[in-house]
Nanobody, 124 residues
Framework: QVQLVESGGGLVQPGGSLRLSCAAS????????IAWFRQAPGREREVVSC????????KYASSVKDRFTVFRDKAKNTVYLQMNSLKTEDTAVYFC?????????????????WGQGTQITVSS
């Protein structure tokens, strides 16, 4: 089964940028629908973005649309989440998740494979 490892988290000031990576092993990421989730302390996990394995345009939560971009690097078997104009409310642990399915709605889909998460803290 595919294994996912996130990296790229850290501390950033409001208005700054970060790029998260989700590297896969034991399988080509192109076969998988990939989602990014986040969970802030005391809050439920929420989906940030999802990218279907059929090449359709990625989808984004309204809270991050026009600020976050997800893209794939097939050669590196890695999916990235580029986060710009970060806000304090973006502070959370971010997870990538994968599934072999091609769901109609990748935002609400339940994913089979998960990474361990990486912490993002947006603070001045």
């Amino acid at each position: 089964q595919v294994q996912l490892v996130e990296s790229g988290g850290g501390l950033v000031q409001p208005g700054g940028s970060l790029r998260l990576s989700c590297a896969a092993s034991n399988g080509p990421l192109d076969d998988y629908t990939i989602a990014w989730f986040r969970q802030a302390p005391g809050r439920e996990r929420e989906v940030v973005s999802c990218s279907l394995n059929n090449g359709d345009d990625a989808k984004y939560a309204s809270s991050v649309k026009d600020r976050f971009t997800v893209f794939r690097d097939k050669a590196k078997n890695t999916v990235y989440l580029q986060m710009n104009s970060l806000k304090t409310e973006d502070t959370a642990v971010y997870f990538c998740a994968a599934d072999r399915a091609t769901p109609y709605d990748c935002i609400s889909w339940e994913y089979d494979y998960w990474g361990q998460g990486t912490q993002i803290t947006v603070s001045s």
